[in-house]
C-alpha cells in the first residue's frame, strides 16, 4: 500500500460515504472536477449543490458537467459558499451528506480572487448548523500564498475549538515537503 496524495484520498473518501440517491456540495466549483466527481457517485436520482462565485468556473463546470453526462443531478450557483442557507434554505442543506472545498484560487485563473476565511467559516457553520450526523466536510487548504496562509490560520483557529462531542476533526497531509503543500482537513458530525 501506498499512502495518498490528498486529492485522491479526498475521492477516496467521497467514495467511501457518499452513496447512489444522497446529496452532496461542492463549496468551490472551480473548473468542475469534484463537482463531475459527486455527481458520479449520486446519481442517477442524487443532487449536487455547486458554489462558486466566479461565472468561469461556474461555465466550466456546466461544460464538464455536460461532458460527463451527469448535468441533471448538478444544480449550480453563481454565489458564494456563504450564502448556502440562503440560496438553499434549511430544509435542503439537511439532506447533504457531504461536502467539499478546495481552498485558495481557481488554477489558471485571476490570483486576486481567493476564497476567505470569513466566507469558509460562515459555511462552515452554516453546514455544522443544518446537516445530520456522519455528515462529513472536507476542505483541502492551499496556503502557498499569503491569503491562504492567514485563511489557513484562522480556519485551523475555528476547527480547533469546535467540541469534540458535536464533531471530529482530522488532518491528513504530508509534513516533509517543500513549498507549502495543501493538507486536508476532515469534520464529521456527531
Do not use: C, W
Amino acid at each position: 500500500m501506498t499512502l495518498y496524495q490528498i486529492l485522491p484520498f479526498v475521492r477516496h473518501l467521497l467514495s467511501q460515504h457518499l452513496l447512489s440517491g444522497d446529496t452532496a456540495l461542492d463549496a468551490t466549483a472551480g473548473k468542475g472536477h469534484d463537482t463531475v466527481f459527486l455527481a458520479d457517485l449520486v446519481k442517477p436520482k442524487g443532487r449536487v449543490h455547486s458554489f462558486d462565485v466566479q461565472e468561469a468556473a461556474i461555465e466550466a463546470t456546466r461544460k464538464r458537467a455536460v461532458d460527463h453526462e451527469v448535468l441533471e443531478n448538478i444544480e449550480l450557483h453563481a454565489v458564494s459558499h456563504a450564502d448556502m442557507v440562503r440560496k438553499l434554505g434549511p430544509t435542503e442543506l439537511t439532506k447533504v451528506r457531504a461536502a467539499v472545498f478546495n481552498l485558495g484560487y481557481m488554477p489558471g485563473s485571476d490570483k486576486s480572487i481567493v476564497t476567505s476565511s470569513d466566507s469558509t467559516i460562515a459555511a462552515l457553520k452554516q453546514l455544522l448548523a443544518h446537516t445530520k450526523k456522519e455528515t462529513l466536510i472536507l476542505i483541502v487548504v492551499y496556503h502557498g500564498h499569503p491569503e491562504g496562509a492567514l485563511e489557513r490560520d484562522e480556519l485551523l483557529n475555528y476547527v480547533e475549538n469546535l467540541h469534540q462531542e458535536e464533531v471530529h476533526v482530522a488532518r491528513y497531509g504530508y509534513i516533509n515537503q517543500r513549498n507549502n503543500p495543501p493538507f486536508l482537513l476532515a469534520l464529521q458530525k456527531r
